[in-house]
Nanobody
């Protein structure tokens, strides 16, 4: 079982930046692909970005060039640096983990709210 705890959400003006962090409670963090999903009010949950030991950072088209995902395996933490934020980035952001070889992200954090004002 892996527990994920996000932090770093908040309120920011359009064009601003935030950095989300996600701390994982596992001894084998490097064996997990990590990622971020988000869910805006009234919308489906959507994938944002992911990173693993074997595959470099990948991004949804809506955030590519503005968001950067990274991980620190020693700190068991994954980050999402969000720049040039837009009001449409407003959502609850969820950290997720998938054991290498698994098909789905089995582990989810509780979510952190990001609100971008215009």
């Amino acid at each position: 079982q892996v527990q994920l705890v996000e932090s770093g959400g908040g309120l920011v003006q359009a064009g601003g930046s935030l950095r989300l962090s996600c701390l994982a409670s596992t001894r084998t963090f490097s064996n997990y692909a990590m990622g971020w999903f988000r869910q805006a009010p009234g919308k489906e949950r959507e994938w944002v970005s992911s990173i693993s030991r074997n595959v470099g950072p990948t991004y949804d088209d809506s955030v590519r060039g503005r968001f950067t995902i990274s991980r620190d395996d020693e700190k068991k933490t994954v980050y999402l640096q969000m720049n040039s934020l837009k009001p449409e980035d407003t959502a609850v952001y969820y950290c997720v983990a998938r054991e290498m070889g698994a098909w789905e992200y089995a582990y989810w954090g509780q979510g952190t709210q990001v609100t971008v004002s215009s």
